[in-house]
């Protein structure tokens, strides 16, 4: 095997193209803009910066969880593997917030009113204002 077929930017690694193993940029653009004032601009090569971070953060966090699951021979990663892994890879601080955030997830009903999504659970506005234990 050649380097450029093993290569990440080759896709080798992952299995695919380049462009598939990333979060679409108008999703990351659409989160960074909740950041800035109305009037603020982000340059392209910052949202590609991030889109490239926040991929591997989260193939990070992920490997981490499959890992895991295949030790225990299970083949479904579930929400509390990928909490566990953030604790793993030195994340503590998330832990207790994101056990909270899934719990509360895990409470609402799948047939829920239109007025109510369980995207509308923010995680936002509980970190750092409750406790959690």
Known sequence: ??????????GGAFGGKEQDRYLPIANISRIMRRGVPENGKIAKDAKESMQECVSEFISFITSEASDKCMKEKRKTINGDDLIWSLGTLGFEEYVEPLKHYLKLYREVPIKSPPYFSP???????????????
């Open 1 to 10: 095997m050649s380097e450029a077929e093993g290569a990440p930017e080759a």
């Open 119 to 133: 995207r509308a659970l923010s995680l936002f506005p509980v970190m750092g204002t409750h406790s959690y234990t």
